[in-house]
């Protein structure tokens, strides 16, 4: 079992409606979440940093911790053709002696 | 405000070789992480230099080096390459070392013949 699990996808929505986008881990030691967009030839762009559990939002982005279930959740409301590319979940331990560990990410694509 | 720069943004080589890549941090961070991307095992930790000490390590062959300079510049060394080599090689950086969040550049597409 891999540290973090994530669908590949694709994941295919019409322009406008809700995206949900999950990670699972199975190392109860991450404590802090974050939420990557990756383009084609890009690196990835940091969308979302959270700490332990909770909600945190930013614009059309809603990011989900749930430590008990070892679950974390994007959402995106409003979802443009822009907004297409790969998500990558990553998190860490605290102490912050550990580099990210990723999931292998999901292949969006928002639908003009 | 620059981002993280990476160059060169693509590099050939063969096997056997050895193949420095170089990373600039954004202008006041002070740790530089590495990572390696490819298709089959995704994003992995490669290293992570914060005051020209590597503060930790991923689990990568010790082929696989890296130095940080006193402006926080940070170079990657390969030695003895090998076809599995091939990758996107990506550079993060954070204010500090610890908690901090990673802003990454656009990374160094390498390729082993």
């Known amino acids: 079992q891999k540290e973090v699990e994530q669908d590949p996808g694709p994941l295919s929505v019409p322009e406008g409606a809700i995206v949900s986008l999950n990670c699972t881990y199975s190392?109860?030691?991450?404590?802090?979440f974050m939420w990557y967009r990756q383009y084609s030839r890009k690196g990835p762009e940091l969308l979302m940093y959270t700490y332990s559990s909770g909600n945190k939002e930013d614009g059309r982005f809603t990011a989900q911790v749930d430590k008990s279930s070892k679950y974390i959740s994007l959402f995106i409301r409003d979802s443009q053709p822009s907004d297409s590319a790969t998500y990558l979940c990553a998190m860490r331990p605290g102490g912050g002696a550990d580099g990210l560990t990723f999931g292998k990410g999901t292949h969006l694509i928002i639908q003009p | 405000k620059a981002g993280v720069t990476q160059t060169p943004r693509y590099l050939i080589k063969t096997r056997g070789q050895q193949v420095t890549l170089s990373c600039s941090p954004i202008s006041g961070h002070r740790s530089v992480s590495w990572y390696q991307q490819t298709p089959g095992q995704g994003l992995q930790f490669l290293f992570e230099?914060?005051?020209?000490?590597?503060?930790n390590k991923g689990n990568f062959p010790g082929r696989f080096s890296g130095r940080q300079f006193s402006n926080s510049r940070s170079e990657m060394n390969v030695s003895t390459l090998e076809l599995g080599d091939s990758a996107l090689y990506l550079c993060?950086?954070?204010?500090?070392?610890?908690?901090?969040?990673?802003?990454f550049g656009d990374g160094t597409r390498l390729s082993i013949l």
């Open positions: 230099y914060f005051s020209e000490t590597q503060r």
């Open positions: 190392n109860s030691a991450f404590q802090y």
């Open positions: 993060a950086s954070s204010p500090n070392a610890g908690n901090q969040p990673q802003h």
